[in-house]
């Protein structure tokens, strides 16, 4: 049986980390894209935050073309992203143009890289967030950009988007995630409420054997009650 | 009674000198923001192209706060906008960092001037576009463009968004505008089915003068049937 190939936009993030080890431990090639390696990936590509949008796409493109070697990927899993608050009172660009960065140009890239390097059949999943279904008059910036991740996700679901066929393009929108940063900054919280990291890196593994499928064009939330997690489709 | 005033961004694009045009001819004071002055303006910025979001942003606020000299903006309407096709198989990187750049970015510093200039009761109007409803396969970079300005809407439509009191914020999805360079590259279509731009800077009017407003964070559909144009609440 061949080897089946990931990358993972976002690999040195807590989601991130989790989904390069998960699937490593289950036999796949892993390609890891941040700002630093990820030294249990079998390459990682490393992102020049100084570099503009279009060079980024162009940098990555190539990296990962060279360490495919005409190779195909079978899923790409974009996990990078960030968060900050600000209304329209004081430097919304700024905020805006963060958020833009973190979220957009990764979504992008990684949509760049399906359309280019994914085997027909294959995956791509992105991340959206709930809260940007509605207005976020609190965080104006991260909600225009995970709109356009949302917008995004239903352009490459859509016929002619540029993915190869049979693939899937999908947003997972966590709630909370159960990660060390959450636990320190948000201590008295009810942890049962949370989605363990183990479960998003699960069911990216079944999606990429095929297992599970949601639609392609998805927006999904995670919502974890007593610890267990249900996918549901906005 | 007092002088109104307003800021029209893109005061040089086919809708924006429609807009200057009808606010002067009704006597109030107008400043246009664009890449190049409008000399119908009582005052121009001009915006350079080559600046980052923040830097734009940060010359338009203090070029409006001198134009303005302690007074207060009654209206705050951003018709800046373009067009750019493509998939994700090609360059998506570059089509999308340009719709960014000429409806997004123009969008949050028109919302910035808003929430630091406006009147109490004032009003913001930003351009969407019905297409970014759905997915957009074929303009991935303007769908999520779009995208980005429908949830900016709803998020200065809701509480603490910034704005002043008593504002409302919209925007507008016109299907076609009815423009010199519309007749030219579509000279065969049905002109009565296309929006004429005096509509548009006439119920921009009536908004300034408090009149026939809709609810703040809308989302409004132009269709125009016939030489009739009605809006329509998303």
Chains 1, 2 share one sequence.
Not at 208 to 220: A, F, N, Y
Request: hydrophobic fraction near 45%; proline fraction near 3%.
């Amino acid at each position: 049986m061949s080897v089946s190939r990931v990358l993972i936009y976002g690999g040195r993030g807590a989601l991130g980390e989790a989904c390069v080890s998960h699937f490593k431990a289950n036999n796949w090639w892993v390609a890891s894209v941040d700002l630093h390696p990820n030294e249990a990936a079998d390459t990682s590509i490393t992102v020049n935050s100084e570099a503009s949008w279009v060079d980024q796409e162009k940098n990555v493109l190539e990296a990962i073309a060279t360490a495919l070697a005409g190779e195909k990927l079978n899923a790409v899993v974009c996990v990078a992203g960030g968060w900050a608050g600000g209304n329209a009172a004081k430097e919304l660009s700024k905020a805006a143009d963060l958020m833009w960065r973190q979220s957009v140009w990764s979504s992008t890239i990684s949509a760049s890289v399906a359309a280019n390097h994914l085997a027909p059949g294959g995956f791509l999943a992105l991340t959206g967030a709930k809260a940007a279904l509605e207005g976020t008059p609190s965080m104006i910036g991260y909600g225009m950009a995970k709109a356009a991740v949302h917008q995004l996700t239903k352009s490459l679901g859509s016929e002619f988007s540029g993915l190869p066929e049979n693939s899937m393009a999908v947003a997972i929108m966590p709630i909370t995630l159960d990660t060390p940063m959450n636990r320190k900054w948000m201590a008295n919280a009810d942890f049962t409420t949370w989605t363990p990291l183990s479960f998003v890196a699960e069911m990216f593994l079944k999606w990429g054997k095929g297992q599970d499928r949601p639609k392609s064009g998805s927006i999904l939330t995670l919502i974890t009650k007593n610890s267990e997690t249900q996918l549901t489709v906005e």
